[in-house]
């Protein structure tokens, strides 16, 4: 696809690494703006953020974006993140697995950075579907849906990345489509801010094959229809997903254009939690129990006058 | 000055980890390997390292590759099933180049096999474990001492060749306690990851060197590289350009080959006059060094070749040996990984025989003696 996008984002791509691989209308280029902007509005410098992925047509956005970069296994990207935060405590951590990455085959990651509260911004895209693979089903296929390894249609209950997160003990969890663009950097930037493990779940489309396969094959409909369509067979979502966004679609902070001065102050001023499902205030992440820990340790050695090795 | 210890394999294992610089370690318990991780997670946050428990070690071997990105010199330690776990990321390290130590206790395998008991069956998976026709550096300690030494050296190697190296230890070495020498800091030969001197825009961390590496960028310090499981160029981007491939593995052949005479480690032991040889690594070269003093004294011309580098195989000197002795007893734990080695660069020259066993006990001198005594009668 080609990029008409926000200056922003132009300030912060890989020029030699485009076009993207990604297919035209693919809800991933929205989301790579929205991270891009809320590095850009939090004030982050490239070099202390990295970004670290999994693989599938998701994976593919830590190669385009100009920030340090782990295009890491299937799956894995928490494991490798949680390495590179430990030896980079000051550095800002952003995974991003697509949802066979971080609900299938990485789970256990998943679940045990979040169990450590270890301090990753956490992006998933939920495009209901195996995208770089070509179209197999994947743990968030709703009930009932074609996929190229569900010809008779999947009978298998789709995960509710949500529940998982609770249980899990991630202290912050939000979740938003591609239609949202301007909430979805909010919540973004909001996660940037937690200390410990924030999760966000970003739905997206896939119409060249989740979409042609289940009667939504455009783009701009799959999109427009996100909240009816996509959630449509899948109620856990539904119920779930749908309000915050929707509100903040029909709402005054829907904005096409989040760089003009109207856009910015009615972001800055919209403080309503919309499509933060959870959040607890009091996190204190890993690393920085982790250091504290050694600042004590250092600390005793000294009063007790043993020379440092 | 160098001190004396008593320290035992696994001790000995973490303290040259230490002592070359390891400062994060990450990993899943797991017999016989377990003392390494337990006494890391107090020595390293001693010297301001950082330990971390994963929860398995698939998740173990990513996250040493993170903190090697992030700056740290990194090890992980496991043993068969864990090993096995490893090997997915563990091509990643080879393919990206990042250093690492993944220390592997060997214990009887297949799958949970005898967790307490020693073997060495892990040789072939240390060289082919991961897919992919790629190089790798694997050394194996023969004594307590070794256990110290090595680390210290698989530590300067992964760093020097940017690849993950592999420390094949087992069990019989492990969990013995013998005195060693440990030298002091300023006594040890310790290489320090060098920085990139050229700009970010003229940085390759990927550079397709022939015989050697780039150095590699830390995270975070503006250099602002990619790190991909792809094949990729000097940059580090994505390519399906078989030219730059091909170029790709070139370089990554080359660093290994062409610096054998720094990586190729290895003791001898009376072989200038021997007219029969062992060869033996790991915990059964103790016995292979017993059998040789014994079979002096009974005037048998016996001598050893202790590898302690397994990979790259130290091929030159082996068919030195098959040249120069009329046969080559193997002792080891397996059913002839090394000896089918010595095999294929004997040729024929010299009769090649394995001692054999997998099922939990050690060779002991004297099985190693009688077959030593078997082949002389048999040679005429
Ligand atoms: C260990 C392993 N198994 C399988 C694959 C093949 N594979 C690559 S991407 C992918 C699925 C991608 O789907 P998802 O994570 O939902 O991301 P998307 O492509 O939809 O963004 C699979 C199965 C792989 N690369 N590694
Ligand atoms: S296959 Fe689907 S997920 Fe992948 S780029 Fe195309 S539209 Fe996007």
Redesign the pocket.
């Known amino acids: 696809m080609t990029l008409q996008t926000s200056h922003i984002l132009r300030d912060y791509m890989r020029p030699e690494t485009l076009p993207t691989t990604w297919c035209a209308g693919c809800g991933?280029g929205i989301i790579m703006r929205s991270i891009v902007e809320a590095i850009h509005y939090q004030g982050l410098k490239k070099d202390d953020v990295a970004m670290v992925s999994?693989?599938?047509?998701?994976?593919r956005m830590s190669g385009y974006t100009d920030f340090n970069s782990i295009h890491t296994?299937?799956?894995r990207a928490p494991a490798f993140a949680t390495g590179l935060k430990l030896a980079r405590p000051d550095m800002q951590v952003i995974t991003i697995?697509?949802?066979?990455?971080?609900m299938?085959?990485g789970g256990n990651h998943l679940i045990s950075a979040m169990r450590r509260n270890m301090d990753i911004t956490a992006i998933v895209?939920n495009?209901s579907?195996?995208?770089?693979?070509g179209g197999?089903s994947?743990p968030t296929t709703p009930m009932d849906s074609r996929t190229t390894t569900a010809r008779h249609r999947t009978f298998e209950r789709p995960m509710n990345l949500e529940v998982l997160a609770r249980a899990g003990g991630a202290p912050f969890f939000a979740r938003a489509t591609v239609n949202h663009t301007a909430s979805l950097t909010k919540l973004i930037e909001r996660a940037l801010n937690i200390s410990g493990f924030a999760l966000v779940e970003i739905i997206s489309n896939?119409h060249v094959l989740y979409g042609k396969m289940n009667e939504q094959p455009v783009a701009s409909g799959m999109i427009a229809n996100m909240d009816k369509e996509t959630m449509r067979s899948n109620p856990l979502l539904k119920k779930r997903a749908s309000y915050p966004v929707r509100e903040t679609a029909t709402g005054k902070t829907y904005l096409r254009d989040s760089n003009s001065d109207a856009a910015q102050s009615s972001v800055a001023a919209d403080t309503k939690d919309r499509g933060v499902i959870f959040e607890n205030k009091g996190s204190v992440g890993f690393s920085r129990r982790y250091f504290s820990m050694l600042e004590n340790i250092r600390a005793q050695k000294e009063h007790a006058g043993r020379p440092d090795d | 000055m160098a001190e004396f210890e008593v320290m035992y394999g696994n001790q000995a294992i973490a303290e040259g980890a230490i002592a070359a610089g390891c400062r994060f370690y990450a990993g899943y318990p797991i017999t016989p390997s377990t003392e390494i991780a337990e006494i890391l997670s107090d020595r390293l946050p001693e010297v301001g390292g950082v330990f971390v428990q994963m929860e398995d070690e698939i998740a173990s071997m990513a996250a040493i590759i993170g903190a090697s990105l992030g700056g740290l010199k990194s090890a992980t330690a496991t043993s068969g099933p864990g090993f096995s776990l490893m090997q997915?990321n563990l091509g990643y390290a080879v393919g990206s180049e990042v250093p690492c130590v993944v220390i592997n206790v060997q214990r009887v395998g297949p799958s949970t096999g005898l967790p307490t008991k020693a073997a060495q069956g892990d040789v072939m998976q240390a060289r082919w474990g991961t897919h992919g026709d790629h190089p790798i550096i694997a050394l194996s300690p023969g004594s307590v001492q070794d256990c110290f030494d090595l680390t210290v050296k698989a530590f300067n190697f992964a760093e020097k060749y940017r690849t993950p190296v592999i420390f094949l230890a087992d069990a019989l070495v492990s969990a013995l306690q013998e005195k060693i020498s440990v030298p002091h800091s300023s006594e040890l030969d310790i290489y320090a990851r060098p920085k990139p001197t050229e700009s970010p825009e003229d940085y390759k961390a990927f550079a397709f060197t022939k015989g050697g590496v780039a150095p590699l960028a830390t995270f975070g310090e503006g250099y602002r590289y990619h790190v991909t499981g792809l094949s990729h160029d000097e940059k580090g981007y994505p390519t399906e350009d078989s030219a730059l491939v091909a170029q790709w593995w070139e370089h990554m052949h080359s660093k290994i080959e062409d610096n054998l005479d720094d990586i190729l480690l290895y003791e001898e032991k009376q072989l200038d006059d021997a007219e029969i040889a062992l060869i033996a690594y790991g915990g059964t070269s103790m016995a292979a060094d017993h059998a040789v003093a014994i079979a002096r004294q009974q005037g048998i011309k016996l001598g050893l070749l202790k590898l302690q580098t397994i990979w790259p195989f130290p091929e030159k000197r082996v068919k030195k040996l098959t040249e120069n002795v009329n046969c080559i007893v193997v002792p080891e734990l397996n059913f002839g990984q090394v000896r089918s080695e010595v095999e294929r660069l004997s040729a024929g020259q010299a009769a090649v025989v394995g001692v054999n066993k997998a099922d939990g006990n050690q060779i002991t001198p004297a099985e190693i003696l009688a077959e030593v005594t078997a082949q002389l009668r048999n040679t005429p």
């Open positions: 991933l999994g693989i599938g047509c998701t994976g296994t299937h799956g697995m697509g949802d066979g990455d971080a299938s085959i895209v495009n579907i195996y995208g770089l693979t197999q994947s896939c | 997915e």
